[in-house]
């Protein structure tokens, strides 16, 4: 399985961005996937995840009510919709699967994006 992140640019705080993950390989539509996100001289960390099917997702806390992820498997794609950005969002997220559901654990996640840039300017 391959993963390409796009989406990432500037905006402005307070503003949204779509970003899209998009998939090759058979294996997708089975895999539960997670975002993830790095900034400089830092680990990466969690953001959220969604299920195989796309019927459940969870997030990192201090995330919760401002990034929703969703999926389209016909598509081979994962989405995540940020909305209501701060500059501390700035970093560069990368989509990587298949995680254990319920896990925030960047371990053990045999396929990686190359990642896209997100920054939120002040």
């Known amino acids: 399985v391959q993963l390409q992140a796009s989406g990432g640019g500037l905006v402005q705080a307070g503003g949204s961005l779509r970003l899209s993950c998009a998939a090759s390989g058979r294996s997708f539509s089975s895999y539960h996937m997670g975002w993830f996100r790095q900034t400089p001289g830092k680990e990466r960390e969690f953001v959220g995840a969604?299920?195989?099917?796309?019927?459940?997702?969870y997030y990192a806390d201090s995330l919760k009510g401002r990034f929703t992820i969703s999926r389209d498997n016909a598509k081979n794609t994962v989405y995540l919709q940020m909305n209501s950005l701060k500059p501390e969002d700035t970093a560069v997220y990368y989509c990587?699967?298949?995680?254990?559901?319920?896990?925030?654990?960047?371990?053990?996640?045999?396929?990686w994006g190359k990642g896209t840039l997100v920054t939120v300017s002040s």
């Open positions: 990587a699967g298949p995680v254990r559901f319920g896990s925030s654990s960047t371990g053990g996640i045999d396929y």
């Open positions: 969604i299920n195989w099917s796309g019927a459940s997702a």
